[in-house]
């Protein structure tokens, strides 16, 4: 351990706050982001337990980056320094987006505002490719894996499959696989998070594990009763008092389950919710998701803190006794609060466990299996998202037992064609990052409308 004072809980904050205000660009930059911060600059800790941290954080449900930021900040502040990590990794991106919502809400159908978001839809189609791409390298090594790939985008696109149940058919496959003794289903590591590499005896946190990192069955208890009355007793006052048919209600219930699994990220889940919020609960019409990723996109945070602009649209519009606005702010404050508390339990009961986890070959397979199912979900939310940018009109089509979703290809839209087109030149050809490209494409949106042409 270097000699060299340990910082407290609130100069640690300072840290935190600057990554959160930086945590643009989705995971992987995030991730990357806290590598340089962490382990280069404040040498915090070494390259060896960044990834070990990083590892465990993949296997859990929810965003690996805000996940990884609370369990650092857990081993070097105990449960507080999680707690501060997590909530300012977080609170940049709810602030950003509760006042973007509500712009969107007041003005979202204005000229400017309606040819801003018209570029920004075909900037994010092509980033939800890249990221098909991206993922599909890394995860779809073999012919097992291009299967389960195709079988989750077939379930989900053509059978209506729900996303919970293709995450769980791909985890017993890929258990069944360990199983078996199968080499496609053999997990592997996640590989180096990027820049200099530190080793452990350079660092604050040395090589051993902290006192508070040992904790016993008892104290395993109380965590988790702390963390489920935080996340659970809301809604089921919620129910209780509501009703399973008030709105506040749906949003705490929808997005329960979608802490629980929402394996292999933001992308992956949101063909799921944007299905069932447009289409089961009517929150948002088909366009407003990719309006809402675009938020997301431009602002720092996960990307998953674009549920907090669906929970806000569900309650605007269905405000009940309740002002629309106010309605709205409590929609989004609680789906974020029901979308990240869980994220605080599973490090907190499972980090002192991780050397468990890590070398569960069995569960290493398990999640091989769902990062490969997660390829062929956000192939479905790319085509489904393509669909909406390009036409103006959808029929559905029945053949063998499948409902698809077919284009009228006379509706096709020749301007939003042509800024997905540049979209995807910037991103593939000019290798733009994410903020650059919605940048571009938005204000090209707003171009190609005063133009007269969108």
């Known amino acids: 351990m270097q000699n060299r004072p340990y910082p407290t809980l609130s100069q640690a904050a300072r840290i935190w706050a600057r990554i959160g205000l930086l945590s643009f660009g989705g995971p992987a930059g995030q991730i990357a982001l806290m590598h340089r911060i962490l382990v280069e600059e404040q040498r915090w800790l070494g390259e060896k337990r960044f990834l070990h941290a990083l590892n465990f954080c993949m296997l859990l449900p929810g965003p690996e980056a805000m996940q990884l930021a609370v369990y650092i900040g857990w081993l070097m502040h105990r449960i507080p320094g999680g707690i501060v990590a997590g909530l300012l990794f977080v609170l940049p991106g709810l602030v950003s987006i509760m006042a973007l919502s509500w712009i969107y809400a007041l003005w979202g159908q204005t000229d400017t505002l309606g040819a801003l978001f018209f570029g920004l839809k075909a900037a994010v189609l092509a980033i939800v490719v890249q990221a098909v791409i991206r993922i599909g390298a890394r995860a ?102 509501a009703g399973p048919g008030n709105v506040f ?25 944007a299905q069932q919020a447009v289409d089961t609960y009517g929150w948002l019409a088909p366009g407003e ?44 404050l609680l789906t974020t609060w029901v979308t990240f508390v869980p994220c605080f339990l599973w490090i907190f009961l499972g980090a002192p466990f991780v050397e468990r986890l890590r070398d569960n070959h069995v569960l290493s397979a398990a999640l091989t299996a769902i990062t490969a199912a997660v390829v062929g979900v956000i192939g479905n939310l790319a085509v489904w998202f393509g669909l909406h940018v390009l036409f103006g009109q959808l029929r559905t089509l029945t053949a063998w037992g499948l ?27 000019f290798r733009l990052g994410a903020v650059a490209v919605l940048a571009g494409c938005a204000l090209a949106g707003l171009v190609l409308r005063l133009a007269g042409i969108a």
């Open 403 to 429: 409902a698809l979703d077919w284009p009228v290809w006379r509706t096709l839209d020749p301007a939003a064609l042509l800024l997905v087109v540049a979209a995807m030149i910037a991103v593939f050809r």
């Open 249 to 273: 209600s749906q949003i705490a219930g929808f997005f329960s389950v979608m802490a629980v699994v929402t394996f292999g990220g933001a992308y992956a889940v949101l063909a799921y919710v």
């Open 140 to 241: 779809l090594r073999n012919g097992a894996m291009i299967a389960v790939a195709v079988g989750s985008f077939v379930a989900i696109f053509a059978l209506g499959v729900p996303f919970p149940v293709i995450i769980l058919a791909a985890g017993l496959i890929g258990l069944a696989g360990a199983r078996a003794g199968l080499a496609a289903f053999r997990g592997g590591g996640r590989g180096k998070a990027g820049g200099v590499s530190v080793a452990p005896a350079e660092t604050l946190l040395g090589e051993d594990a902290p006192d508070h990192a040992r904790i016993g069955p008892a104290g395993a208890r109380r965590l988790s009763a702390l963390f489920l009355a935080l996340w659970l007793v809301p809604v089921a006052a919620l129910f209780l008092l």
């Open 289 to 332: 998701m990719l309006d809402g990723l675009g938020m997301a996109e431009t602002t720092p945070g996960p990307l998953i803190m674009v549920t907090q602009f669906v929970g806000f649209m569900g309650a605007f519009r269905d405000p009940g006794a309740m002002p629309p606005l106010l309605a709205g702010t409590l929609g989004g």
